[in-house]
């Protein structure tokens, strides 16, 4: 009888963790160096070109290039803070 409980005992909690793994999730990030006119997220900083560059502050318009990030599902990924990227 004791064996039997445990059992029952085992499969609930692990049908409590199963079910609440469904309701975690984790913001998934893609970043890409492309041309400044088709970053279609948020522009992170901007490069002089896609491999070996200088780099620059993303309001600036000085450089053909940007690294362009999107959010979860394709939404915009926002930048705010003091969150450093390049030191």
Known sequence: MVK?????FSLVLIG????????VSAEVVS?????SSSC???VVMRLSATTNAH????????Y???LCCNG???ETTTC???NKIIS
């Open 4 to 8: 039997r409980g445990l059992v029952v």
């Open 16 to 23: 409590i963790f199963l079910f609440s793994i469904n309701f």
């Open 31 to 35: 970043c890409s160096v492309t041309g």
């Open 40 to 42: 279609g997220g948020t």
């Open 55 to 62: 780099g620059s502050l993303p309001s600036s318009s000085s």
């Open 64 to 66: 053909p290039y940007v």
């Open 72 to 74: 979860n599902a394709g």
């Open 80 to 82: 705010t803070g003091n």
